[in-house]
């Protein structure tokens, strides 16, 4: 298969910086597009994967699944996409196609395994896929996204992983004027929640552990902010919520955000991936009062279309810094420290 070369920013190694590195692109076959990439947005699966946190990294790791672009070139047999055409890809650019899961427009849950933007299996050109920390992308048209041109494209980047994350739960549990939703975290997937729920029409509140994001949570739309560090705060709130979006990256006690659940309502999980070990859910709370708890996981292609769709009507868009290419080291520096609000976003122009 015929390949191309383009500039990337990628890491070597799992204690390696990243810096510009050049990888392969493949010539886009039939059903293939070609995407200039203009913003990516920077994930802490982008992080976590550089460092191989999660085990399983091929290196060079080339990040970036919130991608941003206009079409170069498109393939023969392409029938939704033009060369000119905005358009986006996320954290998918492949799965089987065949099974249960994939007739269903849930390819993110493909009983094959989908394949990741990056560090997935290029079935293409062997090897791992690379992400859109770099110029250009090709990817078949089934897994590429349509823009909404009213949007700033920039802020647009973080919908294809934070907003789908968090749109997909919202979706499945049937969210609407008449629900009460409450959102754990406000970083870049609680933002989004908060923001989405809103736009569905949704009654808001964030749980927060420190009263000083209080005046934050308003300005993005929350209706009530609980702390739950204050007893008394978490006691007004029992048994309140038809849904909550729990967007915690590590382990922590789900216990007392149990408590505040409605009868058959749900708490799920969509930041932390891996076992409690130390705080074990409770089976009381679910047993008396028929609450879940459950997972999510981003979301198809379809339901993604669906939230840019959504977006693009209600004008929602991420809040976001804009940094440089060269700026990405440091960047993920600060977002160990939580210091970002609430996503960064890499203008591509800068590589």
């Known amino acids: 298969m015929s390949t191309f070369t383009v500039k990337a920013y990628g890491a070597e ?4 910086d990243l810096q510009e590195l050049k990888i392969e692109r493949r ?3 039939a059903k293939d597009i070609e995407i200039e990439i203009l913003y990516c947005g920077v994930c802490h699966s982008d992080l976590h994967t550089a460092r191989n946190d999660w085990g399983g990294s091929m290196y060079p790791v080339v990040p970036g699944h919130e991608i941003v672009g206009r079409i170069t070139n498109v393939g023969s047999e392409v029938s939704k996409f033009k060369v000119g055409d905005l358009a986006a890809v996320g954290c998918m650019v492949d799965s089987c196609g065949e099974c249960e899961s994939c007739k269903h427009d849930l390819e993110q849950y493909c009983q094959k395994g989908f394949t990741g933007t990056y560090n997935g299996k290029d079935k293409h050109l062997g ?13 078949d048209e089934g897994f590429v996204l349509s823009v909404p041109e009213n949007l700033d494209l920039a802020a647009v980047a973080p919908l294809l992983c934070a907003g789908i994350t968090t749109w997909s739960p919202l979706r499945h549990w049937n969210v609407g004027p008449d629900s009460k939703v409450a959102v754990v975290g406000l970083g870049g997937l609680g933002h989004m929640a908060i923001k989405l729920a809103k736009g569905l029409g949704a009654e808001v509140t964030l749980f927060s ?11 993005l739309g929350t209706d009530h902010v609980v702390i739950s560090t ?3 705060h978490m006691d007004s709130v029992q048994g309140k919520f038809d849904l909550i979006i729990d967007t915690v990256p590590y382990e922590h006690d789900i216990n007392p955000y149990l408590q505040t659940v409605a009868l058959n309502g749900t708490l799920v999980l969509v930041g932390f991936v891996g076992q409690f070990e130390e705080t ?3 089976t009381l709370p679910m047993i008396f009062q028929r609450r879940s708890v459950a997972g999510s996981l981003i979301g198809g292609i379809a ?3 669906e939230m840019l769709d959504f977006c693009g009507e209600h004008n929602i868009v991420s809040d976001i810094e804009l940094i440089k290419m060269s700026e990405i080291n440091e960047a993920y520096e600060r977002m160990l420290k939580s210091d970002v609000k609430y996503r960064f976003v890499i203008d591509m122009q800068s590589l």
């Open 27 to 29: 010539e886009v076959t």
């Open 209 to 219: 552990r420190t009263p000083g994001k209080t005046e934050d949570a308003k300005k």
């Open 303 to 305: 339901e993604t279309q």
């Open 230 to 232: 204050e007893k008394e």
């Open 127 to 139: 090897g791992q896929t690379f992400g859109g920390y770099s110029q250009k992308v090709v990817v």
């Open 280 to 282: 074990k859910p409770s």
């Open 13 to 16: 190694s799992r204690t390696a």
